[in-house]
């Protein structure tokens, strides 16, 4: 008996392909201005966003540039590709933090040209750090950065900040160094220890490799394979000993999807059913509302009726016009002109 239920339910995390990555060409080191052919080049491997922190990296290439100049931090997707979707308020304030710094241009870049997917992998091979940092915020807890295992798939030694699941991978598999939150001296260090340290950048690159193993599509999607290959066919249509197809698989789903279509119709028309018994509702609402109102008008015209006897009258006479028509009868003597239509009886 399965009491986690795994094989009903189980997670499958976003995947990295079975091949290795592949250069196409050169994209930084000589190429782009301001990056020399020996430079040590940190990537930020994805967009600028107001959950992330640019900022604590570049203060950190502040204090790495007072020692050295052969460290450079690259933003790899500063704009995003939609024209109508705005620059980030923290893009801006990162490009001003850079200027502000005096590393715009000599030691921190921002490229300005949103690279196609499949185009990404010749600036992962060409860096030496992946760099990821982000502030605490739930959006940091519960994201799996796919920036960071880009950097697995590529071999590339990470330099983050805690708090996001992939972040503690990259601290308890050894695939780089992990600094707290907003502590830019501690993530320069962390950066030249893994620039100048052989042994250290060998470890990670070692482990890197073992771990890219672990995340390749083929063996994440192994959960999803094993259970639909447990899936029999019905007694009724086929051996139990047969295994369904991927054809027939389909076929099951796009039989559930239809079922489910219908089943929203249903959901539809019950909810239009709902929706007609409240206005029914409603409009008996109005006309007991009406009725009140008939009944205070009423009891308004017999109180000018019979203005001295009004307020002794039993209040059951006051709120049925009923039994106020036959008060007024019964108070009208005989002979005496009657209101209204001639005389009362």
């Known amino acids: 008996l399965d009491h986690t239920f795994r094989r009903l339910i189980d997670v499958v995390p976003f995947g990295l392909p079975d091949s290795p990555p592949a250069a196409t060409g050169k994209v930084l080191k000589g190429v782009h201005p301001g990056i020399a052919p020996d430079d040590k080049v940190l990537l930020w491997g994805g967009g600028i966003y107001n959950w992330l922190d640019p900022f604590t990296p570049i203060q950190a290439m502040k204090a790495i540039a007072a020692r050295r100049s ?16 705005p620059a980030m308020r923290a893009y801006d304030e990162a490009v001003a933090l850079s200027k502000e710094l005096g590393l715009l241009g000599s030691s921190v870049f921002f490229n300005d040209r949103w690279v196609p997917y499949q185009e990404r992998v010749d600036y992962l091979l060409e860096s030496d750090l992946g760099v990821s940092a982000n502030i605490s915020h739930v959006e940091t807890r519960f994201s799996f950065r796919t920036r960071i295992l880009d950097c697995i798939w590529a071999g590339l030694p990470v330099a983050a900040t805690d708090g996001d699941p992939l972040s503690d991978l990259v601290a308890e598999r050894g695939l780089g160094l992990v600094t707290p939150s907003g502590d830019a001296g501690a993530f320069a260090r962390a950066i030249e220890r893994l620039l100048d340290d052989g042994e250290l950048a060998g470890s990670c690159r070692a482990n890197l490799a073992a771990v890219a193993g672990e995340f390749k599509w083929s063996r994440v999607v192994e959960a999803i394979r094993q259970r639909l290959a447990d899936l029999s066919v019905p007694e009724n249509s086929l051996a ?22 219908k089943l929203w119709a249903m959901v539809l028309e019950k909810d239009g059913h709902i929706e007609n018994l409240w206005e029914m509702v409603r409009e008996k609402d109005s006309l ?5 109102k008939i009944i205070a008008d009423k009891d308004r ?20 016009w009923r039994r106020a028509r036959e008060t007024v009868r019964a108070y009208r003597k005989p002979g005496r002109p009657g209101r209204g239509r001639g005389k009362a009886r």
């Open 288 to 292: 007991i509302r009406n009725f009140q």
């Open 70 to 85: 052969d460290v450079k931090l690259f933003f790899l997707g500063a704009r995003h590709p939609d024209p109508n979707v």
């Open 301 to 320: 015209q017999l109180q000018r009726l019979l203005p001295e006897t009004y307020e002794s009258a039993p209040r059951r006479w006051r709120l049925s």
């Open 240 to 261: 139990t000993s047969e295994r369904l197809g991927s054809k027939d698989l389909w076929r099951m789903v796009a039989s559930k999807e239809a079922d489910i279509e």
